[in-house]
Nanobody
Framework: QVQLVESGGGLVQAGGSLRLSCAAS????????MGWYRQAPGKQRELVAR????????NYADSVKGRFTISRDNAKNTVYLQMSSLKPEDTAVYYC?????????WGQGTQVTVSS
């Protein structure tokens, strides 16, 4: 099993930047992929970015390509989401996600609010 702890959310003006962090603990050596999802009020949860472990292959939602970057620090079992050129439509609760064997694990979520 793994536990995921997110940090780094907050309030930022449009055009600004934030970096989210997700630290995995427990048995992180069995994680095959980690990523970030987000859910805005009244909308379904959607994939933002994902990275495979250990290959490091990434994929992004079209809406964030060129603005967000997902990366990992294997030594710290931590995944980051660098968000730049933020837009009001990026406002959502962001959830860290991990695939551990065939199980899905989620963090508690961190609020990102982008003001116009």
């Amino acid at each position: 099993q793994v536990q995921l702890v997110e940090s780094g959310g907050g309030l930022v003006q449009a055009g600004g930047s934030l970096r989210l962090s997700c630290a995995a603990s427990g048995s992180p050596d069995r994680i095959g992929a980690m990523g970030w999802y987000r859910q805005a009020p009244g909308k379904q949860r959607e994939l933002v970015a994902r990275i495979t472990i250990p290959e490091g292959t990434t994929n992004y939602a079209d809406s964030v390509k060129g603005r967000f970057t997902i990366s990992r620090d294997n030594a710290k079992n931590t995944v980051y989401l660098q968000m730049s050129s933020l837009k009001p439509e990026d406002t959502a609760v962001y959830y860290c996600h991990a695939v551990w064997y065939t199980r899905n694990y989620w963090g508690q979520g961190t609020q990102v609010t982008v003001s116009s």
